[in-house]
């Protein structure tokens, strides 16, 4: 398929480390993010969420953590795996008004076996 | 169970024609969301449409325009095609009408020449 990202900035990680992927936000208002993962070919897969009133949640080998005083979004990937070579995109939503989510620019990780 | 699903997944179109997609949302999901993926972008949101209704808009021409069937099905369609209207159109359903439980489809590819 076809790369979704040709341009984007590039992590580049070896198999087994951990990922940090960091994602600045626009609007203050915002109290729902997301995190994606996008292979080629696909469309946007939901990795993990979290809402404004917490700062930290985990999930499974990922973490994703919020600061609202910079309006800041990190996710952590733990063991980094040959799988997760992808683009992630964070995405931000006003929840009570519709669920249009706004992307960021995206980041490209590469794991290196 | 069945995704969401969209058609069809590539499409190439001469300048000046229209153009229809067509998305099926998850059994079950209510609303249906379109985005414009651009090469090396994140997704910008097009419409939301929530029980057959248009509930938001974003920041794209008048010659895009959506519609929702009863059966939660959708439709987007685009006229006078524009070299620029080449991307990656995403379909998402989800169960109401907030950003929580988006669910993507895969995309059709629209190669306008």
């Known amino acids: 398929g076809e790369s979704v990202g040709l341009h984007l900035p590039t992590l580049s990680v070896q198999e087994g480390d951990n990922s940090i992927i960091n994602c600045a936000y626009s609007n203050s208002a915002s109290d729902y993010f997301i995190w994606y993962k996008q292979e080629s070919g696909k469309g946007p897969q939901f990795i993990i969420d979290i809402r404004s009133n917490m700062d930290k949640r985990q999930g499974q080998r990922v973490t994703v953590l919020l600061n609202k005083t910079v309006k800041h979004l990190s996710l952590q990937i733990a063991a980094t795996q040959p799988g997760d070579s992808a683009v992630y995109f964070c995405a931000e939503n006003i929840d009570n008004a519709g669920n249009m989510l706004t992307f960021g620019g995206g980041t490209r990780l590469m794991v290196k076996p | 169970d069945a995704g969401v699903t969209q058609s069809p997944t590539h499409l190439i179109k001469t300048r000046g024609q229209h153009v229809t997609l067509r998305c099926s949302p998850i059994?079950?999901?209510?609303?249906v969301s379109w985005y414009q993926q651009v090469l090396g972008q994140g997704p910008q949101f097009i419409f939301q449409?929530?029980?057959?209704?248009?509930?938001g808009r974003g920041n794209f021409p008048d010659r895009f325009s959506a519609r929702q069937f009863p059966n939660y099905s959708s439709e987007l369609n685009v006229n006078a095609l524009l070299l620029g209207d080449s991307a990656l159109y995403l379909c998402a359903s989800s169960p109401n009408r907030g950003g929580y439980g988006y669910t993507f489809g895969s995309g059709t590819r629209l190669t306008v020449v």
């Open positions: 059994s079950g999901h209510k609303s």
């Open positions: 449409y929530y029980e057959k209704e248009e509930r």
